[in-house]
C-alpha cells in the first residue's frame, strides 16, 4: 500500500541525490609545550619538535600538552594533548586556553558574566576558580579535542 504526499509536503519526500561530502583538510600541527591544568604556568619559548595530523580548517591550530589534574573533571588527564583553534568562537562552558598578559597560561572551563568579569573554573573540586578582573590582559582560545596517549 502506498500513499501520496499531499500536494503542499510533496517536495519533502523527493528522492534527491546526496551532496558528496568535502574531502577533509589534513594537515600536521605542532606541539608546542605545556599548558598547566592547575595555576598559571609561565610559558617558555618552545620550537616544535613533534606534529600530529589534525583533520580542522584553522591553520593556526596547534597542540598543547596538559600537565597537572584540575581538568579531570572534564576527562582531560595530565598528558593529554589538547588541540587549541585559535579561530575558533569561545562560548560560555567551553574548555579553553586562557593566557594572563604575555607569558602565563591555564586550561579551564571559561565563564564571561554581565560586568566582564571572566571566571575560570577547574573541573577538580581540589581547586578554586580563577577571577579574571575585566581590564586585565586575558586571552582565550578554544580546545576543540582532546587526545589521550595509551
Known amino acids: 500500500y502506498r500513499q501520496k504526499a499531499p500536494s503542499e509536503f510533496s517536495h ?8 558528496p561530502k568535502a574531502a577533509p583538510i589534513e594537515r600536521l600541527a605542532p606541539v608546542l609545550g605545556v599548558a598547566a591544568c592547575g595555576p ?3 610559558a617558555n619559548q618552545v ?4 606534529y600530529e595530523p ?3 580548517r584553522d591553520s593556526d591550530a596547534f597542540f598543547v600538552i596538559a600537565e597537572g589534574d584540575s581538568m579531570t573533571g572534564a576527562n582531560i588527564p595530565s598528558g593529554a594533548h589538547l588541540l587549541v583553534s585559535p579561530a575558533t ?3 560560555n562552558g567551553d574548555i579553553v586556553l586562557a593566557r594572563l598578559g604575555d607569558q602565563e597560561f591555564t586550561v579551564k572551563k571559561f565563564f564571561k558574566q554581565a560586568g566582564g568579569t571572566t571566571i575560570l573554573q577547574p573541573m577538580n ?13 586575558l586571552t582565550v ?6 587526545r589521550v596517549k595509551l
Open 141 to 146: 582560545m578554544r580546545i576543540v579535542e582532546v
Open 54 to 56: 589534525i583533520d580542522l
Open 12 to 19: 519533502m519526500f523527493d528522492v534527491r541525490p546526496a551532496r
Open 47 to 50: 620550537e616544535p619538535d613533534a
Open 40 to 42: 598559571w604556568l609561565e
Open 125 to 137: 573540586s581540589d581547586y578554586e576558580p580563577i577571577v579574571v578582573k575585566p581590564k586585565e590582559p
Open 89 to 91: 568562537a569561545v562560548h
